[in-house]
C-alpha cells in the first residue's frame, strides 16, 4: 500500500493553474509535516512548501512565494498545493513527503518517513 498518492498534476499554458492533491492511505496527517517536493529533468529534486498538521504553520520556497498556497484538510486527510501563475520553470515531476520533523528543517529531505510516486507537471511557454 502507498502510503502517500499524489494527483492534480497535467499540462498547462504558462500562467495557468493547477491544483495538487496528496492523500494518505494507512495514517494519519497528525502530528506530521507534510512537503511539496518538485524535480525538474537535470535537476535534484527541491522543496517547495510545506504545511505542519499540528499548528498549520507553512513555508515556501522562495521561487513559489505569492503564487503557490499549501492547506490542508485534516478531515480527508489530504493536503493541497494551489499552484497560480505557472512558470515553464515550475515543470517537473511533483512529490508529496510526510515527516514527523520540526517545520523550520521542512526542506530536509532525509527527515521524511513517506514519500508519494509523484505527479507531472509541464508548463508550456
Known amino acids: 500500500e502507498v502510503p502517500l498518492v499524489e494527483s492534480g498534476g497535467g499540462l498547462v499554458q504558462a500562467g495557468g493553474s493547477l491544483r495538487l492533491s496528496c492523500a494518505a492511505s494507512?495514517?494519519?496527517?497528525?502530528?506530521?509535516?507534510i512537503g511539496w517536493f518538485r524535480q525538474a529533468p537535470g535537476k535534484e529534486r527541491e522543496g517547495v512548501s510545506c504545511?505542519?498538521?499540528?499548528?498549520?504553520?507553512?513555508y515556501y520556497a522562495d521561487s513559489v512565494k505569492g503564487r503557490f498556497t499549501i492547506s490542508s484538510d485534516n478531515a480527508k486527510n489530504t493536503v493541497y498545493l494551489q499552484m497560480n501563475s505557472l512558470k515553464p520553470e515550475d515543470t517537473g515531476v511533483y512529490y508529496c513527503?510526510?515527516?514527523?520533523?520540526?517545520?523550520?528543517?521542512?526542506?530536509?529531505?532525509?527527515?521524511?518517513?513517506?514519500w508519494g510516486q509523484g505527479t507531472q507537471v509541464t508548463v508550456s511557454s
Open positions: 513527503a510526510a515527516g514527523a520533523l520540526l517545520p523550520r528543517l521542512w526542506q530536509f529531505q532525509s527527515e521524511y518517513d513517506y
Open positions: 494507512g495514517f494519519t496527517f497528525d502530528d506530521y509535516v
Open positions: 504545511i505542519s498538521s499540528s499548528d498549520g504553520s507553512t
